[in-house]
């Protein structure tokens, strides 16, 4: 499939953005990617822009070149307030002005499972689940659904907000059993985000078909999207002996794991 203009990808140097440019640019013929951070050199067919967030005209110039967006930008995991404020805020309130502005209509928006961290493991949650974050990064992410939310309903915009597992190579710890989105089923979200023929506001939890999962996609009403892997085949490798953790401590208790436990200092 093809756009007028080019997708445009943000964090385009991190982890996730390195793994998918080929990928989007191979789908969709061409691709304009940024960060503020460089990359070594772009492929054929894409277009680099190094963007900092938080700069309103800087983003704006660069969502005015492209057509529909993949806004994996900003900051991924905790961090001092300030920081979050600056590229997870701002920057997403600067990207989804400059959207509307533009006329960029579609977007994909990397949302978190933080926003949802601490309700514990023996819930099942879907869409409609109450938000409960587990730090700044997580608030963050919050606030990045509910802005999504109101550009939906105030000014026609269509945003998917896909609520992001583990997206890694392959999981590393038992948590990741529940959470873990392999590569290929995170592209194939991207991709039935980008080419539904309806959107508006939907709430997507990014994570593979994992056995022991605690999420559920039966709430979507526009994107139709099956993962195909699943975490449970690396169990034997992590959990040789059981899981012998510890259900009380903080990070094993609660969805978010160690955002849950980091700074935790209730005492009840």
Known sequence: ???????LLTGAAGALGSWLRPQLLARYGALISSDIAPIEAPLPGETFVQCDLADGVAVERLVSQAGPIVHFGGQSVEAPFHRIMASNILGTYNMFESARRNGNK???FASSNHVIGFH????????????????????????GENLASLYVDKHGLE???????????????ARHLATWLAYDDLLSLIDACLT???LGFEVIYGASANDR?????????YVRWTPKDNAERFAAKLLPNGDQRDQNDI????????????NYDRQD
């Open 159 to 173: 945003i998917a907000c896909l609520r992001i597992g583990t997206s890694i190579p392959e999981p590393k710890d």
């Open 120 to 143: 514990e493991t023996t819930t099942r949650l879907d869409a409609e689940s109450v938000m409960k974050p587990d730090g700044y990064y997580g608030v963050s992410k919050a606030f």
């Open 196 to 198: 539904a023929p309806e």
């Open 251 to 262: 990070a094993v208790r609660f969805q978010g794991g160690p955002f849950c436990s980091q």
């Open 1 to 7: 499939m093809t756009f007028a203009k080019p997708v």
């Open 106 to 108: 579609r977007i994909v």
């Open 213 to 221: 999962g605690w999420w559920d996609n039966n709430k979507t009403r």
